[in-house]
C-alpha cells in the first residue's frame, strides 16, 4: 500500500520558537494533503487541506498565520507551528491521497512538546 | 466540526470473543471508514464502505452500513490480544460536485483485548 512518512517523529521546544513538520508521500503523488491534530485521549480534528500548488484551506477556528502550511509539490507537504506555546502541544498527523480517490493514507504522527 | 460518534467509549473483552463498535453521523455521506489507532500512533485504513452498499467483509472485520439510520458498525471476529487499539470511525460527506474529500472524525472506542 501507499506510504506516508512524517519527520519528526517527535520534537520538544521551547515556547515561541517555531517548529516545522514534513509530510512525503514516498510512493505515490499525493494532490491533496490533510493535517491533522489529536490531543490526548480526543480524536482527530481536521486542522486544513492543502492541493499542491496552491493555499491550503483552513478549518474554522484554525489561525492560519499560526499553522503555515506548504504543498509545494506532489509528494511534501510542511506544517510549521509558529511561535509555538505549550498549549499547541499535541500529535500532529497527515494524511495523503491521490486525485480524486477515496482512500487517504495516514503518517505515523509527530508529538509536539512545547515547553 | 465532529459528526461521527462511536459507542461503546471502551470496551473490555476477552481473546476469542467478539467486538462490536458502533458509530453514528449526522449529515448524508459519500462512503464511511474505519481506521484503528495503536496507543501514540498513526491511523491503519481498515475498510471503507460506500454510502450505496450496506455490509462489507475484510478478514475477521465485518461492516455494516445503514443509511436509513445513520449508523455503522464494525464487528472483529475472534478477537486477539493484538486487536487492542483505538477503532475511529470517519466520514467522508458530500459537498457541492460530490466528496468534499475530508475526512470527519468520531471519537473513538478504545478495544482492549484480554489474553
Known amino acids: 500500500g501507499a506510504v506516508v512518512s512524517q519527520h519528526p517523529s517527535w520534537v520538544i521546544c521551547k515556547s515561541g520558537t517555531s517548529v516545522k513538520i514534513e509530510c512525503r508521500s514516498l510512493?505515490?503523488?499525493?494532490?491533496?494533503m490533510f493535517w491533522y491534530r489529536q490531543f490526548p485521549k480526543q480524536s482527530l480534528m481536521l486542522m486544513a487541506t492543502?492541493?499542491?500548488?496552491?493555499?491550503?484551506?483552513?478549518e474554522q477556528g484554525v489561525e492560519k498565520d499560526k499553522f503555515l502550511i506548504n504543498h509545494a509539490s506532489l509528494t511534501l507537504s510542511t506544517l510549521t507551528v509558529t511561535s509555538a506555546h505549550p498549549e499547541d502541544s499535541s500529535f500532529y498527523i497527515c494524511?495523503?491521497?491521490?486525485?480524486?480517490?477515496?482512500?487517504?493514507?495516514f503518517g505515523p504522527g509527530t508529538r509536539l512538546l512545547v515547553l | 466540526s465532529q459528526q461521527g460518534e462511536e459507542d461503546p467509549q471502551a470496551l473490555s473483552i476477552q481473546e476469542g470473543e467478539n467486538a462490536t463498535m458502533n458509530c453514528s453521523y449526522k449529515?448524508?455521506?459519500?462512503?464511511l471508514q474505519w481506521y484503528r489507532q495503536n496507543s501514540g500512533r498513526g491511523l491503519v485504513h481498515l475498510i471503507l464502505?460506500?454510502?450505496n452498499e450496506r455490509e462489507k467483509h475484510s478478514g475477521r472485520l465485518r461492516v455494516t452500513l445503514d443509511t436509513s439510520k445513520k449508523s455503522s458498525s464494525l464487528l472483529i471476529t475472534a478477537s486477539r490480544a493484538a486487536d487492542t487499539a483505538s477503532y475511529f470511525c470517519?466520514?467522508?460527506?458530500w459537498g457541492y460536485g460530490g466528496s468534499q474529500g475530508n475526512l470527519i472524525f468520531g471519537k473513538g472506542t478504545k478495544l482492549s483485548v484480554k489474553p
Open positions: 494524511s495523503a491521497r491521490f486525485s480524486s480517490q477515496e482512500t487517504q493514507y
Open positions: 510512493d505515490f503523488q499525493a494532490t491533496t
Open positions: 492543502s492541493n499542491e500548488g496552491s493555499k491550503a484551506t483552513y
Open positions: 449529515t448524508s455521506i459519500n462512503n
Open positions: 464502505i460506500r454510502s
Open positions: 470517519a466520514t467522508d460527506i
